[in-house]
């Protein structure tokens, strides 16, 4: 008797796993479809692509829909890519530069109104995207002594136009703080009281115990800076006017026309637009999954 309970347990578990399985497959292929036939269209013809009922293969695998997208518009995508890169990498790097004393304050220094710092900086998480779009331009536009201007903003462009005119507003991420903050409280205190006993500066216990103890969240956070930097569109297309500072998202307007829009090269455009980001990604996934976990530990 005991044995048929144990056989129909351990029958349920694993129809109950399977069952679980099957969900899984199926809404994991449900996410790659799109991405899937983004690449797959990225190799057909114009023709091909207005077929109904489409083909879910191309005809005749176009790869020189990459190189036309690549060589386009007159600046070439290549400037996009290169634009991209700077904005991406350089505002990453400052934002942990900025992020890290910022969440190191907060976590380890006693000091009058340290709590209402943090709930204001938590509380611009809660603050729409967009509604900081018009402020933050009209700031860039008239800082003084910027691209022309005078001491009280007039006269010239400020930060408009300009690799600085993007990247500012987000430097100071709250998200990144926030993360950073959990991450020093989850170090153990015994650390920061043996390191105080020995007379370690407050500077080398943050580079020398701190950082390499949360490096996963110092990952985590890059990671996440990167791709929010690399996947923006609204800000940069309004900041800027010139194609050759502009970078891949708002280059894939192009690709949009009111003639029609050449899918094609778009999807091959939007392809090695994602790929990076994919491979970095599946670089660093290890570090990005340790990191968020690790952020819950302590609060």
């Given at each position: 008797?005991?044995?048929?309970?144990?056989?129909?347990?351990?029958?349920?578990?694993?129809?109950?796993?399977?069952?679980?399985?099957?969900?899984?497959?199926?809404?994991?292929?449900?996410?790659?479809?799109?991405?899937?036939?983004?690449?797959?269209?990225?190799?057909?013809?114009?023709?091909?692509i207005n077929l109904m009922p489409p083909d879910f293969f191309p005809h005749a695998w176009m790869v020189k829909n990459y190189a036309e997208a690549w060589m386009k518009p007159e600046?070439?995508?290549?400037?996009?890519?290169?634009?991209?890169?700077?904005?991406?990498?350089?505002?990453?790097?400052?934002?942990?530069?900025?992020?890290?004393?910022?969440?190191?304050?907060?976590?380890?220094?006693?000091?009058?109104?340290?709590?209402?710092?943090?709930?204001?900086?938590?509380?611009?998480?809660?603050?729409?995207?967009?509604?900081?779009?018009?402020?933050?331009?009209?700031?860039?536009?008239?800082?003084?002594?910027?691209?022309?201007?005078?001491?009280?903003?007039?006269?010239?462009?400020?930060?408009?136009?300009?690799?600085?005119?993007?990247?500012?507003?987000?430097?100071?991420?709250?998200f990144s703080i926030f993360l950073l903050r959990q991450a020093f409280l989850s170090v153990p205190k015994d650390y920061w009281e043996a390191s105080q006993v020995d007379g370690m500066?407050?500077?080398?216990?943050?580079?020398?115990?701190?950082?390499?103890?949360?490096?996963?969240?110092?990952?985590?956070?890059?990671?996440?800076?990167?791709i929010g930097k690399w996947n923006a569109v609204s800000w940069p297309l309004i900041i800027t006017s010139t194609e050759a500072i502009r970078p891949l998202q708002v280059g894939l307007?192009?690709?949009?026309?009111?003639?029609?829009?050449?899918?094609?090269?778009?999807?091959?455009?939007?392809?090695?637009?994602?790929?990076?980001?994919?491979?970095?990604?599946?670089?660093?996934?290890?570090?990005?999954?340790?990191?968020?976990?690790?952020?819950?530990?302590?609060?």
């Amino acid at each position: 008797m005991n044995a048929e309970r144990f056989n129909f347990s351990q029958l349920s578990s694993r129809f109950l796993w399977g069952i679980v399985t099957v969900i899984v497959l199926l809404l994991a292929a449900l996410v790659l479809f799109p991405f899937l036939w983004m690449l797959l269209t990225s190799f057909k013809t114009a023709d091909e692509i207005n077929l109904m009922p489409p083909d879910f293969f191309p005809h005749a695998w176009m790869v020189k829909n990459y190189a036309e997208a690549w060589m386009k518009p007159e600046s070439t995508f290549a400037r996009y890519f290169w634009n991209t890169i700077v904005v991406a990498g350089l505002g990453t790097a400052l934002q942990l530069i900025i992020c890290v004393p910022i969440a190191y304050a907060i976590s380890h220094f006693a000091f009058k109104g340290r709590g209402v710092i943090f709930m204001l900086v938590v509380a611009t998480m809660m603050i729409p995207y967009d509604i900081t779009l018009v402020p933050n331009f009209v700031t860039l536009r008239h800082i003084p002594f910027a691209g022309g201007n005078d001491w009280a903003g007039a006269g010239g462009k400020g930060f408009y136009d300009s690799y600085m005119g993007i990247l500012l507003p987000y430097l100071a991420d709250a998200f990144s703080i926030f993360l950073l903050r959990q991450a020093f409280l989850s170090v153990p205190k015994d650390y920061w009281e043996a390191s105080q006993v020995d007379g370690m500066s407050s500077f080398r216990y943050l580079y020398s115990v701190l950082i390499p103890l949360s490096a996963s969240s110092l990952v985590t956070a890059g990671l996440l800076g990167f791709i929010g930097k690399w996947n923006a569109v609204s800000w940069p297309l309004i900041i800027t006017s010139t194609e050759a500072i502009r970078p891949l998202q708002v280059g894939l307007l192009y690709f949009v026309s009111e003639n029609g829009s050449r899918y094609h090269e778009l999807m091959a455009a939007a392809t090695f637009t994602v790929l990076p980001i994919v491979l970095l990604y599946f670089a660093a996934q290890r570090w990005f999954h340790s990191g968020i976990a690790a952020s819950g530990i302590k609060g």
